[in-house]
């Protein structure tokens, strides 16, 4: 199953998201993956993977077990290269540790512009509190560039509100194809959601399974709230539909149109979170695990000023 884009390109609806995967194993995850049938991964200059990703799709590419045109890259560009000089450079680094020819879908990472890093002496620069004055429109208007010199495919945006996406429609002449944002039960964002519909920008959620993705950084928010995988809502649908817990959670969001980018290490759990798709919730069901929101953002842009964001989807 796959979104049409504004940009006219198809982009699948359940990917495999590469934050936090281990550099030592990130070839092989990735190629293990594609081989058990996931085609868009989801990346990010931060978090210091893309060389290792790259090549674990040119091997599934160089052994036949797909072609380039099959996989869709989505990449974004980090806080430090939002200077317009810096955008093209940046996003062309990124694509030669690909190695794929051009990128799918380019995100702005985060509307939060931060003093500039050399690549040379540090590389992928870490979060930091020394902001930039570089406005959200001269970064978009360097990405439109990307669009342009075929590079890209289509750009997007990640972690923006509504007020600001608003406020770049004014003035964007390529629209934004994709907001990805943090969106689980716990944090259902509905009017963001219901803005992104009737502009057409199609939503990729992070972070879908809420705490479970903070438990190991040992957030309080996630070790003080229940699983969603624990949930009594949704283990009891989960049970009526002789599904997993984590199939629930994203075929509350896939069914909506949302897109997901789960990852996994557990070879079965890969299958099945692919599988999220094969079966429908009734409209009660998806309301009753929708009325679990109560607010709880773990990633919060506002607060630049707490580090290490650099952790953040």
């Not at 990346?43 to 993977?49: F, I, P, V």
Request: glycine share 8%; net charge neutral; charged share 20%.
């Amino acid at each position: 199953m796959s979104i049409k884009l504004s940009s006219g390109h198809a982009m699948p609806l359940v990917g495999f998201g590469l934050w936090k995967v281990d550099n030592a194993t990130c070839a092989d995850t990735v190629y293990n993956a594609i081989k058990a049938g996931y085609r868009l991964f989801d990346g990010a200059c931060d978090y210091g993977n893309e060389k290792e990703a790259g090549q674990g799709m040119r091997r599934a590419i160089d052994e036949g077990l797909v072609q380039r045109k099959d996989l869709f890259l989505t990449t974004k560009l980090w806080n430090t290269f939002h200077a317009p000089e810096h955008v093209g450079p940046a996003c062309r680094r990124q694509l030669e540790e690909y190695g794929l020819g051009y990128i799918d879908l380019y995100l702005m990472h985060f509307p939060v512009a931060l003093k500039y890093v050399d690549p040379s002496t540090k590389y992928p620069p870490s979060w930091s509190t020394d902001l930039a004055d570089v406005p959200i429109q001269a970064t978009w208007q360097a990405m439109e560039g990307l669009v342009k010199d075929g590079i890209v495919r289509s750009i997007g945006i990640s972690n923006f509100q509504g007020s600001l996406i608003l406020d770049l429609l004014r003035y964007a002449k390529i629209q934004p194809a994709v907001l990805q944002v943090e969106h689980h039960p716990y944090l259902t964002q509905p009017a963001l959601m219901d803005l992104c519909k009737l502009k057409g920008i199609a939503v990729t959620a992070y972070s879908s399974f809420g705490p479970s993705s903070f438990v190991e950084l040992g957030w309080a928010k996630a070790l003080t709230n229940t699983v969603l995988f624990e949930h009594k809502t949704v283990t009891g649908i989960a049970s009526a539909h002789k599904k997993t817990p984590a199939q629930v959670l994203l075929r509350w969001a896939t069914q909506r149109g949302i897109a997901v980018i789960p990852k996994s290490n557990n070879k079965e759990r890969l299958v099945q979170n692919l599988q999220c798709t094969d079966f429908n919730l009734d409209t009660k069901e998806i309301e009753e695990i929708s009325k679990l929101n109560f607010g709880l953002r773990f990633n919060d842009p506002a607060d630049y000023m707490k580090p290490p964001i650099s952790i953040f989807a």
